[in-house]
């Protein structure tokens, strides 16, 4: 169920992200997502049994949600379109 909301998620994501009226803050904050996606530097570290990989399985969906939310009517409207 958590990868199904994620990946309508994702895809509108990559919508607004080729949307031509995107926000200027869009990228950089796609790029910041991405970038502790990857970083070994964790909210909570991966060594902790389970709660290393926890974090980054809550943490980036409230986070591209959080991004989707903060977007403009009119790009949520033409995104959502499809």
């Known amino acids: ?3 199904t909301l994620l990946r309508g998620d994702a895809r509108q994501l990559w919508r607004a992200l ?3 009226l995107q926000p200027r803050w869009l990228k950089p ?3 910041l997502l991405l970038l502790y ?3 070994p530097v964790d ?3 991966d060594f902790i049994p ?3 990989i926890v ?3 809550v943490l980036i969906p409230l986070a591209v949600r ?3 939310q903060r977007l403009p009517p009119h790009v949520r409207a033409d995104i959502a379109r499809g």
């Open 1 to 3: 169920m958590l990868w």
């Open 18 to 20: 080729r949307h031509p």
């Open 29 to 31: 904050a796609v790029a």
């Open 37 to 39: 996606l990857v970083s």
């Open 43 to 45: 909210l909570l570290p």
């Open 50 to 52: 389970l709660l290393g």
């Open 55 to 57: 974090d980054d399985l």
């Open 66 to 68: 959080f991004l989707l």
